[in-house]
């Protein structure tokens, strides 16, 4: 357990389905983000979080909507996926503060990701 | 940004130093190093991170060269349990109200061997 809990851990939907993909983290924490990670492809961020407002959307497709409405959860809507939408999709989150971007300290932490198929 | 290469795979024995190796040759002044590792289907889990000295803590050692174009993540006494992809990363920083942005390469699968 590292203190970021993703729920399901695994859900199965057709193309026409819509579903949620729900993250918590109890660690205080002010960022939040959204990575995929396709079959042996790199992990792909898709949307960050910060003070929960939605700070970088790396062009990812309208089928997936984010949803932060707090500092401690965070959402992926999902609605009309494709089959090469089925990836591992983890949740992280940081503590970070502006202005310090250059200090090294804010260190990610992630959850244990949820494996979407898409049939 | 700054960009790593490291090894597809290494290979260590049970027991002994596992050092993994990453270039990072444009790395600029004030961008630091970390490693992540992950296993298999899980979530990646941060390891260390450096800017210029040489850091050591639970987990593993971080050498840096002295001009910042490599460093080596050393875990001193590989267990089966270090089997993961270890990723190195140059932090992009980026001013987007505080949050950070890592960008995961292909990282080095290292296989602890009995």
């Known amino acids: 357990e590292t203190g970021v809990t993703q729920t399901p851990r695994h859900l199965v939907m057709g193309m026409t389905n819509k579903k949620s993909l729900k993250c918590e983290q109890h660690l205080g924490h002010n960022a939040m983000y959204w990575y995929k990670q396709s079959a042996k492809k790199p992990l792909e961020l898709m949307f960050v979080y910060s003070l929960e407002e939605r700070v970088e959307n790396n062009s990812v497709p309208s089928r997936f909507s984010p949803e932060c409405p707090n500092s401690s959860h965070l959402f992926l809507h999902l609605h009309t996926l494709q089959p090469e939408d089925s990836a591992l999709y983890l949740c992280?989150?940081?503590?970070?503060?502006?202005?310090?971007?250059?200090?090294?300290?804010?260190?990610?932490?992630f959850g244990a990701g949820s494996r979407l198929t898409v049939l | 940004d700054a960009k790593t290469t490291q090894p597809p795979s290494m290979d260590c024995a049970e027991g002994r130093a596992a050092n993994l190796p990453c270039n990072h040759s444009t790395i600029s002044g004030n961008e630091y190093v970390y490693w992540y590792r992950q296993i298999h289907s899980q979530g990646p889990q941060y390891i260390i991170h450096g800017l210029k000295n040489n850091e050591t803590n639970e987990m593993a050692s971080l050498i840096i060269t002295e001009d910042r174009k490599s460093s080596t993540l050393i875990l001193p006494h590989a267990t089966l349990r270090d089997t993961a992809v270890y990723y190195c990363?140059?932090?992009?920083?980026?001013?987007?109200?505080?949050?950070?942005?890592?960008?995961f390469g292909q990282g080095t699968r290292l296989t602890i061997n009995p």
């Open positions: 992280a989150s940081s503590q970070d503060r502006p202005g310090q971007g250059h200090s090294g300290a804010n260190v990610l932490t």
């Open positions: 990363i140059v932090r992009v920083w980026k001013q987007l109200q505080g949050a950070q942005k890592l960008v």
